[in-house]
């Protein structure tokens, strides 16, 4: 059952309590977005198909970068030139998160890449790399895509 609160500067938080689950807790600008939010998750969960994404909300791509760099990198026999390469991506994505990674913020970064004069290959292999923390985030580290993983950072982006 969903319990609605009211703050003092007019936002709503709601928390969602269900045994065997953990709670979920998101605050809105309005009741009616917090009511509707609750109906999903609830909807969800009495499904059997919710999956908790609070961690993919909250863990920006610059830090599971960073992460990749210390965890994965090491074992890599090309570390040196994929590090390079993950530290040119970092700035570029570090304020997203999994749950807001969209295709065109990738596409924008592909097309402003070769507008500067990089060649094709370059920029499908930046982009590969970036696909290669989010899978590995996905595979190894739990995290989940809502949705499901969108073949947004395929070689075909690239034109």
Request: net charge positive; glycine share 6%.
């Amino acid at each position: 059952m969903a319990t609605f609160r009211q703050f003092p500067n007019g936002r709503w938080q709601v928390v969602i309590r269900r045994k065997g689950y953990r709670p979920q807790l998101r605050t809105f600008p309005t009741r009616s977005d917090a009511k509707q939010w609750a109906r999903l998750i609830e909807s969800e969960i009495d499904r059997a198909v919710f999956v908790d994404r609070g961690l993919t909300e909250r863990v920006t791509l610059g830090q599971l970068i960073d992460r990749y760099i210390l965890e994965i990198l090491p074992s890599k026999k090309s570390q040196a030139s994929l590090k390079r390469c993950l530290t040119f991506l970092r700035p570029q994505f570090q304020h997203y998160t999994l749950a807001t990674l969209k295709p065109q913020h990738v596409a924008a970064y592909r097309d402003s890449r070769i507008a500067s004069g990089r060649a094709g290959a370059t920029v499908v292999k930046e982009i590969n790399m970036l696909s290669r923390v989010i899978d590995t985030a996905i595979a190894e580290w739990g995290f989940c895509i809502p949705g499901g993983f969108p073949p947004l950072f395929r070689t075909h982006l690239v034109s």
